[in-house]
């Protein structure tokens, strides 16, 4: 497991096999991606893809533009080698930003509320 903290923000990621778990609390900052990144890529070499579980239900954005662009840069790296990606949502706009990416992303894309974790978890072992 690994567990990013800097001020109020925390990212904590965690895998079993080639699922990955991603939980994000607060703000993502600029740097985050930094570990997320190097996680996903050993994975993706070891397994070929990933799957990915993001608990996004105490997300509350970017602390800045340039956070927001290093996620979409991240995302637009390695969404390729994604198939599927479980979202766990906890505002509206979670919910409508997935269905915005849905249309430009590879791996297929479930939007779950925040009391569906393992139902969530159980998706994306089938």
Do not use: C
């Amino acid at each position: 497991m690994i567990v990013l903290k800097k001020g109020m923000a925390m990212l904590t990621i965690e895998n079993a096999g080639n699922l990955i778990e991603i939980k994000i609390k607060n703000t993502l900052q600029t740097d985050d991606f930094m570990a997320l990144g190097e996680k996903a890529d050993k994975l993706i070499d070891e397994y070929g893809s990933i799957r990915v579980l993001m608990n996004a239900e105490d997300f509350n954005g970017w602390e800045n533009t340039d956070a927001a662009e290093k996620h979409f840069s991240f995302v637009k790296a390695h969404h390729v080698k994604v198939e599927r990606l479980a979202i766990i949502a906890g505002h509206m706009w979670q919910h409508w930003i997935a269905a915005m990416a849905r249309v430009f992303m590879h791996p297929e894309i479930k939007v779950f509320d925040k009391n569906q974790l393992e139902a969530a978890r159980n998706w994306l072992k089938q």
